[in-house]
């Protein structure tokens, strides 16, 4: 975590408090985490549904925390397993640099580039008022997708291995993210976002 603190971008959007971290894991260590919880997590594909359509959620995802409080979003209603040891080490760090206690990791996989996410705030009401959402990428680098909800306002951020994004404040209130679709060949990413669940 060496140069952590003095490397850190503040993205500077209006109605909103975002920081990048782009070297919170070194390579090494971030290369070795990638590998572990691509074998350890237990990952699952849930069906959404779109426009009455139901489909295959176009990623794996994976629920852990400290407690047992479900996790919904989109129809969909997840139950956590117990954090493994490498989550709860990556907890720790988060926590020390984002001065709260995390209690929830949502963990998404994208498998290529036709894995994504699309437009949403991270806003369900279990999170909270101002929701803090700590966002960490291992692998492939995808680019991450802001738009204000009622100014011209848009920004686009690639989100390299080993980095961390942290979104505080207002900023679920203002803006919508996404991670898109993309034709180019393209490698596996694990996403770890870090929530509050009371």
Avoid at 20 to 46: R, T
Avoid at 120 to 143: C, T
């Amino acid at each position: 975590m060496s140069n952590l603190f003095n490397n850190n971008l503040d993205l500077s959007l209006p109605d909103a408090d975002v920081n990048y971290y782009p070297n919170f894991l070194s390579p090494e260590v971030a290369d070795s985490y990638f590998k572990i919880l691509k074998k350890s997590i237990a990952w699952q594909q849930d069906d959404i549904k779109v426009f009455g359509k139901v489909y295959p959620q176009p990623r794996l995802t994976a629920l852990y925390s400290n407690n047992d409080k479900a996790y919904s979003y989109s129809n969909i209603t997840m139950y956590p397993k117990a954090f493994s040891p490498e989550l709860l080490q990556l907890k720790e760090k988060i926590d020390t640099l984002a001065n709260c206690e995390f209690t929830t990791c949502l963990l998404n996989l994208y498998r290529n580039g036709r894995d994504s996410n699309g437009w949403h705030a991270d806003n369900e009401k279990e999170l909270g008022q101002n929701p803090i959402i700590a966002s960490v990428s291992l692998g492939a680098e995808r680019f991450f997708h802001m738009k204000h909800n009622t100014k011209p306002e848009k920004h686009k951020l690639l989100l390299e291995h080993g980095s961390l994004l942290l979104m505080k404040g207002e900023t679920q209130h203002f803006w919508k993210h996404q991670i898109a679709k993309t034709a180019r060949e393209i490698g596996e990413r694990i996403n770890l976002t870090f929530r509050i669940i009371k």
